[in-house]
């Protein structure tokens, strides 16, 4: 029987000790003369398309690849190896100061509006931490580049991260698009995954870019072998690139995407209008990563539109751009190092001989030369969610979005059968949401108040608290599903041609028909009362030391409730009919748990109350 090896070319299994017909014509001189000729044929044709490429000359390592057992393997940070890091607590000395790390959620926005509102409410409903809001209320002009909204984008978030009253090193953060993100499923999921990414993206790492000294200098006593590149921070990938320059290592330098060459069949990555394209372009909606690296990244973004006058580039482009640079340098780093010790020369040859890289550099491909600057860094642990299991940008993907209900199992086999190129991939609900609480459980984690204390800030009603049906688990809810990476996002990202979605797709999401009553139970929940003090305790329910419930704070620190950012949107959030928050049923005096009005009476008799 034929097998496979790793350059997917067929082996014969070993013939019988006879003498074939091959081997006698091996002896004769014409045919080893024309085997000499085409091999160096070959070596000459290889040699020039690698020259193709122009790539700055460095000085070689001289350690480059060190095997060691798989259990040693030095994959990243303890928030990569570990998938219970973020969410890991710890005893708390005296004073409850909290020693377990934080996980942030980050919305940059500065006016509300419905889209903002719907991706406020589905981090709410999901009990997410509250969304901190950057540049909230601000108001910029576009005609001064430099100190508009894109780098003030940037600017803001980079403060927020470079606070250490707000942040500890060792935290988890998150940044979001605020008007065009809806989220899908529960926090721990969304960092389960973030760890299997990370774990799974550091070995191919180790395997591509091999080890090396942890101090090449060897000036320190503990000089172990390290991965030469890890990956710490995930971005959303994307089918298109852009804004950037087509040649710019943003777009010709990034490696190509880990799905399936024939992710659609024979057309894929051949498709003009890109729509049966593998995403593998960096797209700046939505990262997350680890509190220090993520401030190192936003650091040097800053840095880029301000010293060089680049604000009106906007995020999107500095992200790509870095990515691209990040890129770019590694494979210089890795050409420049097969032939030093320890390192495989003939795999590397013959895996670019093949065009099997994961890189474009190792293609006939005219990428434009970037300018290096002499002691600049430009490793930022940087990576992409190639499969959208926690990001699933739209951008040319709506076609590849279904929304199916697990339980169906008639509709599971039309889809199945209506998509040949998925007839040998089952559909089936990932085990993470198999092993998850049911939908409905994170909008009020545990029961229902009876403190008097937590109903009087939204009493029961049974017009507006009633929901007719409560799944029992997630196979009962219409869940977004990327058919072609097998994959069920942890959040949507409507970006670029997707936008008309923002209203078409809302009344799909499971949790849109009982939006008002699930946002009403969230606010009533039994930990809205107790969060900042489970938080300072460092406990799992509440992951942010501010603590409040049912609403947002801003980068400056203000506490606003639901009614404060989206009163005015409830059609397009609710679609219910039942009027305005807070005041459906008459006017009624609510305040929220730190002692403001939310509604009802005057709102600025409590002011001074929030906190």
């Known amino acids: ?37 085409s091999i160096l044929l070959v070596l000459l044709v290889v040699v020039g398309w690698r020259g193709a490429v122009k790539i700055t000359p460095r000085p070689a390592s001289t350690s480059y690849r060190t095997p060691r057992p798989p259990h040693q393997y030095p994959y990243s940070a303890n928030l990569a190896d570990d998938p219970g890091a973020p969410l890991r607590p710890q005893k708390v000395p005296s004073g409850l100061m909290k020693t377990s790390p934080s996980f942030h959620l980050l919305v940059p926005a500065s006016q509300k509006n419905p889209n903002l509102c719907k991706t406020l409410f589905s981090a709410f409903v999901l009990s997410y931490p509250s969304p901190t809001l950057v540049n909230y209320g601000k108001v910029f ?67 591509r870019y091999g080890m090396m000294l942890k101090d090449p200098a060897g000036k320190s006593d503990d000089n172990q072998m390290v991965q030469r590149y890890t990956q710490k921070v995930l971005f959303a990938a994307d089918k298109a690139c852009s804004p950037n320059p087509a040649q710019d290592p943003a777009c010709a330098a990034i490696p190509y995407s880990t799905l399936p060459k024939d992710t659609y069949g024979p057309m894929t990555d051949k498709d003009p209008q890109l729509v049966l394209s593998r995403p593998r372009y960096l797209n700046s909606g939505t990262i997350i990563g680890p509190m220090a690296e993520v401030r190192q990244l936003y650091e040097y973004a800053l840095k880029k539109v301000e010293e060089e006058d680049r604000g009106i580039i906007g995020d999107q482009f500095v992200f790509a751009e870095i990515f691209g640079e990040q890129e770019y340098q590694r494979e210089i780093q890795r050409k420049d190092s ?19 890289s994961e890189s474009p550099l190792s293609a006939n491909i005219t990428i434009n030369n970037m300018t290096t600057i002499a002691g600049q860094n430009y490793e930022f642990s940087i990576g992409l969610d190639y499969e959208s299991s926690l990001f699933q940008t739209m951008t040319m993907s709506t076609n590849d979005i279904e929304y199916i209900t697990y339980n169906d199992s008639y509709l599971l086999s039309e889809i199945q059968g209506s998509h040949p190129s998925l007839w040998s991939r089952p559909l089936s609900l990932p085990v993470d949401l198999q092993r998850a609480k049911p939908p409905f459980w994170y909008s ?42 097998s994959t069920i996002p942890s959040l949507l990202h409507f970006n670029g041609d997707a936008k008309p979605k923002l209203n078409e797709w809302w009344p799909l999401m499971w949790y849109s ?10 606010i009533r929940s039994s930990t809205g009362a107790n969060a900042a003090r489970s938080a300072a305790q460092g406990g799992l329910d509440w992951w942010d030391t501010r603590g409040g419930r049912g609403g947002v704070w801003t980068d400056k620190a203000t506490w606003m409730s639901w009614g404060e950012v989206c009163k005015g949107t409830e059609e397009e ?39």
Do not use: C
């Open 1 to 37: 029987m034929a097998k496979y090896d790793v350059f997917d070319a067929i082996t014969e299994p070993r013939g019988s000790p006879s003498k074939s017909l091959f081997v006698r014509l091996a002896r004769t001189r014409r045919t080893r003369t024309v085997f000499l000729a």
């Open 141 to 207: 002009d576009e005609s001064k580049g430099s100190i508009g909204s894109h780098t003030a984008k940037i600017r803001g978030v980079y403060e927020f991260l470079n606070d250490d009253k707000k942040v500890n090193n060792n935290d988890l953060v998150m940044i979001v698009d605020g008007y065009d993100v809806w989220f899908q499923l529960p926090p721990e999921v969304l960092i389960e995954r973030y760890h299997s990414v990370m774990i799974e993206a550091n070995e191919r790492l180790r395997a």
């Open 338 to 356: 097969q032939g030093a010790p320890g390192r495989w020369l003939w795999l590397d040859w013959i895996s670019d001989a093949l065009g099997k």
């Open 444 to 485: 009020a984690p545990g029961n229902h108040s009876d403190d008097p204390k937590d109903t009087i800030l939204l009493p029961f009603s049974a017009k507006l608290d009633d929901i007719v049906h409560q799944p029992s688990s997630w196979f009962d809810v219409p869940l977004a599903t990327n058919l072609f990476a």
């Open 513 to 522: 028909s009982s939006a008002r009553a699930l946002l009403r139970r969230y």
């Open 573 to 611: 959030v609710f679609a219910d009919g039942k009027g305005v928050w807070g005041k459906e049923e008459g006017d009624g005096r609510i305040v929220n748990e730190f002692g403001k009005v939310i509604s009802g009476g005057d709102e600025q008799d409590d002011a001074n109350n929030a906190v």
